[in-house]
């Protein structure tokens, strides 16, 4: 499995992952429309100005994205989303993984962040098993009935 940039048609496969503004919500957050379009979804993931990432398996496949960014010295990482078909396998944590070790490389931190809506139980899951915990902002997170977690 591989980090590689995205291409138009990962991003038409990924529309199709959220079926509905209530799914879309959970995995945005804020500010992202809905419905949407290619021009507003490739818009609204501000690609041309944050590291953004698929994992493909060895055949191919897309299975996941993700991208990351710096923030409080951190390598923090966001819009994690496993493909629906592959979810239950493992691949969020190859994902991050792939996306902690790529981030280490380029921005040169050993501390990894992200924030998760306090109701997304599998992903927290999923997260605390990578090896994320809770932990204080410094801010108050400017969006609701989220948490923050750590990984050193």
Request: charged share 20%.
């Amino acid at each position: 499995m591989k980090l590689i940039y995205p291409i138009e048609n990962h991003l038409v496969t990924m529309m199709d992952w959220f079926s509905s503004e209530q799914e879309l919500s959970n995995w945005s957050g804020p500010n992202f429309r809905y419905p949407f379009n290619l021009y507003s979804f490739t818009e609204d993931l501000n690609m041309s100005s944050l590291s953004s990432f698929v994992l493909i398996s060895n055949e191919s496949e897309f299975l996941a994205f993700g991208k990351f960014y710096q923030r409080l010295d951190k390598c923090h990482l966001g819009r994690l989303v496993v493909n629906p078909q592959f979810r239950g396998k493992g691949i969020a944590a190859i994902l991050m993984s792939h996306l902690c070790e790529r981030g280490r490389q380029e921005l040169k931190l050993k501390e990894y962040s992200l924030f998760v809506l306090a109701h997304n139980e599998s992903a927290i899951k999923s997260y605390q098993k990578f090896g994320f915990s809770f932990a204080n902002y410094p801010d108050e997170i400017p969006l609701a009935n989220c948490v923050y977690m750590v990984k050193s």
